[in-house]
């Protein structure tokens, strides 16, 4: 019965992770969106460990954009699918810069590693009813 009941309000469901996952996600960009070249050029030097070693504060300002704008557009739930994969790909290089200190546990990394999961999961689900791109 109960989940009879749950089945009825996917969409629903799918909106209350979109607002928490969005205004999270909001709250932990913003600010390096807004800290400009230094702050993007740090976060940037990450994408070394793919062997991406140039155009740092583009990466930078690139991993910043995907999750403070990103954020938005997961709320409203436009673009929703790419901003997915985006997240997706933020998340494993973050999952990797926190990984690759051999001093580090898994309990280091294991937050974005699984917000990564997760962000690959909905961009399969996609954005339900309640949103700018309807599935």
């Not at 994408?47 to 504060?57: H, I, N, Q, R």
Request: proline share 5%; charged share 15%; net charge positive.
């Amino acid at each position: 019965m109960l989940l009879k009941f749950l089945g009825k309000y996917r969409d629903a469901g799918l909106l209350v992770l979109r607002l928490g996952l969005g205004a999270a996600f909001i709250i932990h960009g913003l600010p390096k969106l807004t800290g400009g070249p230094k702050v993007w050029t740090s976060l940037g030097k990450s994408m070394g460990l793919l062997g991406v070693d140039f155009f740092p504060a583009f990466w930078g300002f690139m991993a910043a954009f995907s999750e403070g704008i990103g954020g938005v557009l997961l709320i409203i739930g436009a673009f929703y699918r790419p901003v997915c994969l985006l997240l997706t790909f933020t998340m494993a290089i973050a999952t990797l810069t926190l990984a690759a200190p051999k001093t580090r546990t898994f309990k280091d990394y294991s937050n974005p590693l699984k917000l990564a999961v997760v962000f690959f999961g909905l961009a399969f689900i996609g954005p339900g009813r309640f949103s700018i791109d309807k599935d």
